[in-house]
């Protein structure tokens, strides 16, 4: 792929990445928000560039309407395992599998979590320690429309992303944290902006 500029290098790289990591392609509007781009249409003759050049293929029709030429292999020696990407440091308001968050892929091996999941996020902070998540630790991400009562979750409230235990008082949702030193975070989801990014599904110890 010598022949692509370096914007179009890190479009190829975003869809790749992101189907790597979610097993969907992006949507048009998602690449031109992860990259910078001024709308969807920037990101759009870019695609068309890719197409021309036989690394993608496009259906009009179709909002995710992207595939990659060649799917995507696993490398010889991963065998039985998930490739999945490790985000680190989330910008503020931006996706969280945007290109620039993604340090790496790691190979991992899919028995060691309860789940199948779509990612690794990078936590940072203490708030977790006693649920045995400590600051460095990748948390396996699995992608869900809905929480359920005490379990672990990513949110994302306003613009900051968080991974806390998700709890229901009536309307209000709690967020409580697995460390003394830390308060609950109690939210009007009516008034306030949360978003459900996914739950965890395991834990790698990075050392």
Known sequence: ?????????????????????????P????????????????????????????LIELNARRS??????APLREPPEAGNTLSLAV??????????????????????DPQLFSARPEYLLRVRGDSMTGAGILDGDLL????????????IAVF???????????????RWVRLVAENPDYEDMRIDPERENLT???VAVGVVRAY
């Open 140 to 151: 396996a991400v699995r992608t869900m429309n809905a929480a359920q009562p005490g379990q």
């Open 1 to 25: 792929m010598d022949n692509l500029t370096e914007k179009q290098q890190r479009v190829f790289d975003y869809i790749r990445d992101t189907i790597a990591a979610r097993q969907t392609p």
């Open 64 to 69: 995710r309407g992207i595939r990659l030429a």
């Open 156 to 170: 994302r409230w306003d613009d900051e992303v968080t991974v806390k235990r998700f709890y229901r008082d009536g």
């Open 27 to 54: 949507t048009r509007a998602e690449i031109a928000a992860a990259l910078g781009f001024a709308s969807a249409n920037a990101a759009q003759s870019h695609l068309h560039t890719l197409a021309r050049k036989g």
């Open 196 to 198: 459900l990014e996914g």
């Open 87 to 108: 985000v680190g440091r989330v910008a503020a308001g931006a996706p969280l599998l945007a290109v620039e968050h993604v340090e790496r892929h790691c190979h991992v």
